[in-house]
């Protein structure tokens, strides 16, 4: 049932129409700018005719984001490649200190062209 315009509003319908303007603002169609001087609507809103008028130029109902595909959502795992290049530099360190030799250094660049490169072409795959 639609309220009327000019029916007051409580704590409870700001509330509702902020998560309703702060999902418009995660789904982009609100600059930061847009965002603050809207939110400052809300909050000043006092009928449901007040909060009408924040909401009339964006759709109903915002679309939420989708899941991430199932190959993604694998958790910690998921990214193992990226955790392997940033541990390379302190595990050179660590045995750079114990064995004195400064070639363990050289396993910071190769991590990176190995680990690297297959990063990327996973990426190109997937905006094919």
């Not at 847009?34 to 759709?59: I, K, M, N, Q, Y």
């Not at 990214?79 to 396993?107: D, N, Q």
């Amino acid at each position: 049932m639609e309220e009327l315009p000019e029916i007051r509003i409580g704590t409870a319908e700001r509330e509702q129409a902020m998560r309703r303007l702060s999902d418009h603002f995660a789904a982009g169609r609100l600059s930061v700018a847009e965002f603050d001087e809207r939110s400052g609507s809300v909050a000043a809103a006092l009928t449901h005719g007040d909060l009408d008028e924040v909401f009339t130029d964006l759709p109903a109902e915002p679309v939420t984001a989708a899941a991430p595909p199932a190959d993604r959502a694998g958790g910690f795992l998921a990214e193992w490649p990226a955790r392997v290049i940033a541990a390379i530099p302190i595990i050179a360190i660590i045995l750079f200190f114990t064995t004195g030799s400064w070639l363990w250094f050289l396993a910071i660049p190769l991590a990176g062209a190995l680990f690297g490169t297959r990063r990327h072409q996973r990426d190109e795959e997937d905006k094919d």
